[in-house]
């Protein structure tokens, strides 16, 4: 049974960075691809940072572009996402998913939450 963990959240004030991780157990990290999602208050969950098992390929949203990075390292079945220059409205609950999908920008953009295997989350709070 697939166990998908992330750390790293809390409360940081603006333009400062954040590295969540997500730790993976229980299915073949080598073979998942992992997407990074957030869902803000009276807000629909937004996938906004992908990353391919087959190629390392990414994807980000334009919400991230060139501010977040995710990386992977598959000898210790963990993913990544650095956050620099954060936002307020950054402020949301950041879950980590792992399918599948070579597709890095579908699954981003069309992962439901029935689908694939998905952490409990971990808030990040973007406040002076």
């Known amino acids: 049974q697939a166990q998908l963990v992330e750390s790293g959240g809390g409360l940081v004030q603006p333009g400062g960075s954040l590295r969540l991780s997500c730790a993976v157990s229980?299915?073949?990290?080598?073979?998942?691809?992992i997407g990074w999602f957030r869902q803000a208050p009276g807000k629909e969950r937004e996938g906004i940072s992908c990353?391919?098992?087959?190629?390392?390929?990414?994807y980000y949203a334009t919400s991230v572009q060139g501010r977040f990075t995710i990386s992977r390292d598959d000898a210790r079945n963990t993913a990544y996402l650095q956050m620099n220059n954060l936002k307020p409205e950054d402020t949301a609950v950041y879950y980590c998913?792992?399918?599948?999908?070579?597709?890095?920008?579908?699954?981003?953009?069309?992962?439901?939450?029935?689908?694939?295997?998905w952490g409990q989350g971990t808030q990040v709070t973007v406040s002076s």
């Open positions: 998913a792992a399918d599948q999908i070579p597709n890095v920008q579908n699954m981003c953009n069309f992962l439901h939450p029935a689908f694939g295997s």
């Open positions: 229980g299915i073949n990290f080598k073979y998942q691809s």
């Open positions: 990353i391919s098992y087959s190629d390392s390929s990414t």
